[in-house]
T-cell receptor, first 115, second 113 residues
Framework: KAGVTQTPRYLIKTRGQQVTLSCSPI?????VSWYQQTPGQGLQFLFE???????NKGNFPGRFSGRQFSNSRSEMNVSTLELGDSALYLC??????????????FGPGTRLTVT | EDKVVQSPLSLVVHEGDTVTLNCSYE??????LLWYKQEKKAPTFLFML????IEKKSGRLSSILDKKELFSILNITATQTGDSAIYLC?????????????FGKGTHLIIQP
């Protein structure tokens, strides 16, 4: 079974630009979560999607947004990029068939550098 | 505010040693505690613990949870250089991932030959 895939793996953008990252969960997994990882803050929860609905969002500004498609693939978007947005963005999926709990499986991440 | 604290933050040992990594937590609604190993990019799943006192084991790695004292430990015996990584502890408060995992800062483990 293929794992979580993320594209692109690396991105370099300049301040003020916007970026879209993509995540395909493990086949059959319906819940997708996004995390930002930085050396200073560690791994922080951005948001989670299930059945095309954002169920929760972490403490991030409105410049960070996302969506999920009917095939469970998810995208996240960051608008008006700032230098502090440079980070590894990780996507995780879990099967979420009933009440759980479930382990989450991570993709390889997208390394975003903002210059 | 939910909090997960790992200790030590870094650890250097020699190959063959046994290490114990610690994770304590304070969360509003505990559902499970998870351990991950992160080498280059993606954290890879090691264990999920939900019940107190039941040890999870995989090869040289084992982990146990104490829900009364709100902590977990990850043991690695007969360490090898391939065990060098950042070990992350995370707590799930929703069971289905809706609230995301709350992570500790990680323990950076270095195994010297």
């Amino acid at each position: 079974k293929a794992g979580v895939t993320q594209t692109p793996r690396y991105l370099i953008k300049t301040r003020g630009q916007q970026v879209t990252l993509s995540c395909s969960p493990i086949s059959g997994h319906r819940s997708v979560s996004w995390y930002q990882q930085t050396p200073g803050q560690g791994l922080q929860f951005l948001f989670e999607y299930f059945s095309e609905t954002q169920r929760n969002k972490g403490n991030f500004p409105g410049r960070f947004s996302g969506r999920q498609f009917s095939n469970s693939r998810s995208e996240m978007n960051v608008s008006t990029l700032e230098l502090g947005d440079s980070a590894l963005y990780l996507c995780a999926s879990n099967p979420l068939r009933d009440r759980g709990p479930y382990e989450q499986y991570f993709g390889p991440g997208t390394r975003l550098t903002v210059t | 505010e939910d909090k997960v604290v790992q200790s030590p933050l870094s650890l250097v040992v020699h190959e063959g040693d046994t290490v114990t990594l610690n994770c304590s937590y304070e969360v509003t609604n505990f559902r499970s505690l998870l351990w991950y190993k992160q080498e280059k990019k993606a954290p890879t799943f090691l264990f999920m613990l939900t019940s107190s006192g039941i040890e999870k084991k995989s090869g040289r790695l084992s982990s146990i949870l104490d829900k009364k004292e709100l902590f977990s430990i990850l043991n690695i015996t007969a360490t090898q250089t391939g065990d060098s990584a950042i070990y992350l502890c995370a707590v799930d408060i929703s069971g289905g991932g809706a609230d995301g995992l709350t992570f500790g800062k990680g323990t950076h483990l270095i195994i010297q030959p």
